[in-house]
């Protein structure tokens, strides 16, 4: 079973999105554009749930925030249940950490999954993500690397994400206010 991702992620600006939106337009295929709302809850591992223009779903990602390669967990649900998600995470006594509010545009280009996203109070990023068996993931990680450097992007050092992370965690309520 293909249930390791593997990604690799960039904090990208305004004029980056702009001319890697119409790269992968171009050279890609637009898969969907998405609007996410993803309540993360405040538990030992990365368990969420979210709702967003197509289903709402559950999932949880093993191993630390911002790794590289992560074992991922995912079970979907009708759109419509995401009322019943957060009454049972609630009634469940899982309290919810912070609550993320995304567009994403989702492309795929050369074999992988590029996502450009939006995320209101956080910023734009620029993710190259693949799923594989757990024997595949270095060769994997490599290939995104690689992809990553033709492109001349710079990969984020997981400390400044854990840093912006931790900041947003902090203040999403106040950064997130319409």
Not at 111 to 130: A, P, S
Request: aromatic share 14%.
């Amino acid at each position: 079973m293909t249930n390791i991702e593997v990604e690799l992620r960039s904090f990208i600006n305004e004029e980056q999105f702009s001319k890697f939106f119409e790269l992968f337009k171009q050279q890609g295929k637009l898969l969907r554009e998405d609007n996410q709302e993803t309540h993360y809850f405040d538990t030992n591992e990365d368990l969420r749930i979210q709702k967003n223009d197509f289903f709402s779903k559950i999932w949880m990602k093993k191993g630390k925030m911002h790794d590289e390669c992560r074992e991922e967990i995912e079970i979907k649900c009708a759109k419509e249940d995401f009322k019943k998600l957060e009454k049972l995470f609630s009634y469940a006594g899982f309290k919810v950490n912070i609550k993320w509010f995304r567009k994403r545009h989702e492309f795929e280009w050369e074999g992988i999954n590029v996502c450009l996203d939006y995320t209101r109070g956080y910023g734009r990023i620029i993710e190259f993500e693949k799923m594989c068996l757990e024997e595949e993931k270095e060769a994997v990680l490599a290939i995104l690397k690689e992809k990553f450097s033709k492109l001349g992007i710079s990969i984020t050092p997981k400390e400044e994400f854990e840093k912006k992370f931790q900041e947003y965690k902090e203040n999403w309520q106040e950064l997130t206010k319409v």
